[in-house]
């Protein structure tokens, strides 16, 4: 049995996944404590594990994102609210690892306070491995000067010398940086870190209680289906994206699913068409196999969700990670990138019509959807903690662990192996 500690943001994106390997990790007869937001105490719970509650100053309130396009935006995304919560997420692992000894930590990219421990000193701490909710951004320098800056002196602050890589190669100071992605969705490069592992896509936690709407049985007719979202973060103006594809395809021969992403459906501002259905929160699971397109902000997880069902993409990224996401999508031919993230409804229709007839979208989805299908990023992660820790005991020249491997023991019954296969 190992024991080991996860440490996530408590937004769904960074959180859902994680929450997915813990469950996992659980089933597999290990011990494990998740630290994040207060809001999934009672979820940690269920699975089994402990959970490990971040003060409010501890976890960034994602909402605060900025809003607008560009670098500026993403250096200003960056240093308000992610690196203000380092000192406090810094202390809480601090209580964790002196409370408990831990064989491995897993912690979401995002996480700053995870950074002293990457630069500490400690040769009898545990081997850390990052999760990046991002597409790889490595060696481009994509932040500014303050943004590093602010970050030393952050780092200094706490005892720790200054980073001696770009904030967000940070990654290459773990022992593994896992991409829950397929090589096939990410450009080629000849300078990937031997550190670096594609795991697939990371599942979430399947749809137990869902409620379907009156107008769920349409989805089931030979109209195509065209779902569109803003997720769960960017989704304070619904008038970016939202309403130019409900405009756009008001007279189109579609029938269209908005998810607000928690959204009060009100919050449209415009009357839906006859076409047009609205809820709140759709689970993908339950949704993607009915959808034909999907048009999207860029969210990295939602785009992945949705090309591991083989669903081509119409993304308009246009803030923080976003461009990256519609790059990838466009380089890998699997959907059409709009540019901006404000969308005329001309543009909108214009691509939603190209997805949908020129068969090399569905292909180039379809594809991806293959490769996906062939990994399962949940179990692959409970094989890289055993790597890790083997590697940690051979280094401290300890004999071989007697410990069962987080790996070794079979999914328990409904756990994700399981439902990945059902």
């Known amino acids: 049995m190992a024991t080991v500690l996860i440490a996530a943001l408590s937004p769904a994106g960074h959180a859902g996944p994680l929450l997915a390997v813990a469950e996992d990790l659980v089933c597999r007869g290990n011990r494990v404590t998740v630290m994040t937001g207060a809001t999934h105490t009672a979820a940690i719970r269920v699975l089994g594990a402990r959970p490990h509650p971040l ?63 990457l630069l500490g000193d400690r040769p009898d701490g545990p081997p850390v491995l990052l999760y990046t909710t991002t597409p790889l951004m490595l060696s481009r320098r994509v932040l500014s000067g303050t943004a590093q800056r602010a970050t030393d002196r952050m780092l200094k602050s706490l005892g720790a010398g200054p980073l001696p890589v770009p904030l967000l190669d940070a990654g290459l100071l773990a022992q593994r940086l896992i991409v829950p992605t ?12 031997d550190t670096v592992r594609f795991v697939g896509l990371v599942r979430p936690r399947p749809a137990r209680r869902f409620t379907a709407p009156s107008w769920w049985p349409l989805l089931s007719a030979e109209r195509p289906v065209v779902h569109v979202t803003q997720g769960t973060v960017d989704n304070r103006d619904l008038t970016r994206l939202v309403g130019p594809t409900i405009a756009a395809l008001a007279d189109e021969d579609v029938t269209v699913v908005v998810s607000t992403g928690g959204r009060d459906v009100n919050a449209i501002g415009l009357p839906l068409p006859a076409n047009t259905h609205a809820a709140e929160y759709i689970p993908h699971d339950r949704l993607l196999p009915r959808v034909d397109v999907v048009v999207t902000n860029g969210g990295y997880g939602a ?21 990256e996401v519609a790059a990838r999508v466009a380089w890998s031919g699997a959907g059409i990138d709009l540019g901006t993230a404000t969308p005329t409804a001309a543009a909108v229709q214009d691509a939603v019509r190209r997805v949908r007839t020129e068969a090399g979208f569905l292909q180039n989805a379809r594809r991806l959807e293959a490769a996906f299908a062939r990994r399962d990023g949940v179990a692959e992660i409970a094989a890289l903690l055993d790597e890790v820790i083997a590697e940690r005991a051979i280094a401290t020249a300890g004999p071989p662990s007697r410990r069962k491997s987080s790996s070794g023991l079979r999914g328990c019954a409904g756990g994700p192996g399981e439902r990945l296969r059902s």
């Open 55 to 117: 003060p409010a100053d501890a976890d960034p309130d994602a909402s605060q994102r900025a809003a607008r396009a560009g670098v500026d935006a993403l250096n200003r995304a960056v240093i308000r609210p992610f690196l203000r919560s380092m000192a406090a997420q810094s202390t809480e692992l601090d209580r964790a690892l002196a409370t408990e000894r831990y064989d491995a930590v897993l912690a979401d990219h995002g996480f700053f306070g995870v950074l002293p421990l």
């Open 182 to 193: 397929v090589e096939s969705f990410e450009y080629p490069r000849s300078d990937l870190p």
């Open 303 to 323: 785009v992945q969700h949705a090309l591991s069902a083989g669903v081509p993409c119409v993304v308009a990224g246009g803030t923080g990670d976003r461009p």
